[in-house]
């Protein structure tokens, strides 16, 4: 593929990047618990971009704060538990968080608290009495609001600890979504000895059940504990974008290397690089795209280029009437998807760096993704046949 042709194909997806994120609803999630609960521990361990380390938040009331960065479509309001103590104590928190529940939900979904994690630590805890009472008020609050609230029982390295909190906490019959034990991040008792983190990708699943169907993209691009909801949603992009392909139907030929890209393709990088929330640069782009469209033919334009990357998808080899057929246009779609998806996902796992992939040996690695992608046989919407079998 032509270098200057590659730039601007990968200059527009980059625009394309930054207008899917710009739109993406803000997510709102209110943190609630004592101080040393372990929110901040889990905020940092859940969030792809660490929200607290940029200061001390904007205060919102006189003890709520809310932390946000700019371009990063999520806002949390850190809320301290009952710590005070004291009946003005109650009515005091009692009284702030009802002004920010209320005042969201009078500005709409953007501004709206869509989530609350009350924060319980399970190795410190007792489920006191005065908490149990502020609970329950609390929550007559957040459900006039018709906010969900999830407990979230932190510090869980002891099961056993926990799954007795849990009961404690049951017997009760709040009105939660749900109380849920979490480790968010690893205790180290000695060199070899690691009591390993957990609970937070079922956090995740119970927080998209529960939040406007209009903030799950949101929450699958913010986090980064559930990698599999990640997945999920780039795995439902590329099946869309191919099934798109194939509706519009015929790429004609021969494409010049601005066309091999169409505006699905392109919509299709864009939103799988938003779900992944890694941070993307042109240089990544122009590898990704010479790796893939690039290195399967050896001319620079045109037809030697398109038929080098026709004989590698089965059932294919030479094209008739100089146009690709609908399910031509899907296969090359999602090979292209699935293959980014691949990448994407090695550079989530820590395998592989972002500035590694425009290396040479990157590049390889892309390539033989893409070869193995192109390879599959695939039914008229692009879907491989052996999954379609499942
Ligand atoms: N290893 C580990 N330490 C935790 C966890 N949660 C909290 N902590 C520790 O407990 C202390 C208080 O946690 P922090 O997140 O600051 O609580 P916050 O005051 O509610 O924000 C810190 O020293 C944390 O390192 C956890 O999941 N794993
Ligand atoms: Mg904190």
Same mark, same amino acid.
């Given at each position: 593929?032509?270098?200057?042709?590659?730039?601007?194909?990968?200059?527009?997806?980059?625009?394309?990047?930054?207008?899917?994120?710009?739109?993406? &609803?803000?997510?709102?999630?209110?943190?609630?618990?004592?101080?040393?609960?372990?929110?901040?521990?889990?905020?940092?361990?859940?969030?792809?971009?660490?929200?607290?380390?940029?200061?001390?938040?904007?205060?919102?009331?006189?003890?709520?704060?809310?932390?946000?960065?700019?371009?990063?479509?999520?806002?949390?309001?850190?809320?301290?538990?009952?710590?005070?103590?004291?009946?003005?104590?109650?009515?005091?928190?009692?009284?702030?968080?009802?002004?920010?529940?209320?005042?969201?939900?009078?500005?709409?979904?953007?501004?709206?608290?869509?989530?609350?994690?009350?924060?319980?630590?399970?190795?410190?805890?007792?489920?006191?009495?005065?908490?149990?009472?502020?609970?329950?008020?609390?929550?007559?609050?957040?459900?006039?609001?018709?906010?969900?609230?999830?407990?979230?029982?932190?510090?869980?390295?002891?099961?056993?600890?926990?799954?007795?909190?849990?009961?404690?906490?049951?017997?009760?019959?709040?009105?939660?979504?749900?109380?849920?034990?979490?480790?968010?991040?690893?205790?180290?008792?000695?060199?070899?000895?690691?009591?390993?983190?957990?609970?937070?990708?079922?956090?995740?699943?119970?927080?998209?059940?529960?939040?406007?169907?209009?903030?799950?993209?949101?929450?699958?691009?913010?986090?980064?504990?559930?990698?599999?909801?990640?997945?999920?949603?780039?795995?439902?992009?590329?099946?869309?974008?191919?099934?798109?392909?194939?509706?519009?139907?015929?790429?004609?030929?021969?494409?010049?290397?601005?066309?091999?890209?169409?505006?699905?393709?392109?919509?299709?990088?864009?939103?799988? &690089?938003?779900?992944?929330?890694?941070?993307?640069?042109?240089?990544?782009?122009?590898?990704?795209?010479?790796?893939?469209?690039?290195?399967?033919?050896? &001319?620079?334009?045109?037809?030697?280029?398109?038929?080098?990357?026709?004989?590698?998808?089965?059932?294919?080899?030479?094209?008739?009437?100089?146009?690709?057929?609908?399910?031509?246009?899907?296969?090359?779609?999602?090979?292209?998807?699935?293959?980014?998806?691949?990448?994407?996902?090695?550079?989530?796992?820590?395998?592989?760096?972002?500035?590694?992939?425009?290396?040479?040996?990157?590049?390889?690695?892309?390539?033989?993704?893409?070869?193995?992608?192109?390879?599959?046989?695939?039914?008229?919407?692009?879907?491989?046949?052996?999954?379609?079998?499942?």
């Amino acid at each position: 593929m032509d270098a200057l042709m590659t730039d601007n194909v990968a200059e527009r997806i980059m625009a394309a990047i930054r207008d899917v994120q710009k739109n993406m &609803t803000k997510l709102n999630i209110m943190v609630m618990g004592k101080t040393g609960a372990g929110k901040s521990t889990l905020i940092n361990n859940v969030f792809s971009r660490n929200l607290a380390q940029t200061g001390i938040g904007k205060p919102v009331t006189q003890s709520i704060r809310k932390y946000e960065i700019e371009d990063f479509p999520l806002a949390i309001y850190d809320t301290p538990g009952l710590e005070l103590g004291g009946e003005n104590a109650i009515d005091e928190l009692l009284k702030e968080s009802k002004e920010v529940l209320a005042k969201g939900a009078m500005r709409g979904i953007s501004e709206s608290i869509h989530c609350i994690w009350y924060c319980v630590s399970t190795p410190s805890h007792r489920f006191e009495e005065a908490e149990v009472e502020f609970i329950k008020k609390f929550l007559d609050e957040a459900n006039e609001f018709c906010v969900p609230v999830i407990i979230v029982l932190t510090q869980s390295y002891s099961k056993k600890d926990a799954k007795a909190l849990m009961s404690e906490i049951e017997k009760e019959n709040l009105n939660v979504v749900q109380v849920v034990p979490v480790l968010a991040q690893d205790v180290d008792i000695d060199e070899d000895y690691i009591i390993k983190g957990y609970g937070l990708d079922t956090l995740i699943d119970i927080v998209n059940n529960v939040i406007p169907e209009a903030l799950r993209n949101t929450l699958a691009a913010v986090q980064k504990a559930n990698l599999k909801m990640k997945l999920r949603k780039a795995n439902a992009i590329v099946a869309t974008a191919a099934a798109a392909a194939a509706a519009t139907g015929a790429i004609p030929i021969p494409f010049t290397d601005a066309a091999v890209l169409v505006p699905e393709q392109i919509g299709m990088i864009a939103s799988i &690089t938003a779900v992944f929330g890694i941070p993307i640069e042109k240089a990544t782009l122009t590898a990704l795209l010479s790796a893939t469209i690039g290195t399967v033919g050896t &001319t620079v334009m045109g037809k030697t280029v398109v038929s080098g990357l026709l004989k590698m998808i089965p059932g294919v080899g030479t094209v008739a009437g100089g146009v690709i057929s609908a399910s031509v246009a899907a296969a090359l779609t999602a090979a292209l998807g699935e293959a980014y998806i691949a990448i994407m996902m090695m550079v989530s796992k820590g395998e592989m760096s972002v500035s590694e992939l425009d290396t040479d040996e990157g590049k390889a690695k892309i390539a033989s993704i893409f070869k193995s992608k192109l390879g599959l046989k695939r039914n008229a919407k692009g879907k491989p046949v052996d999954e379609e079998e499942e």
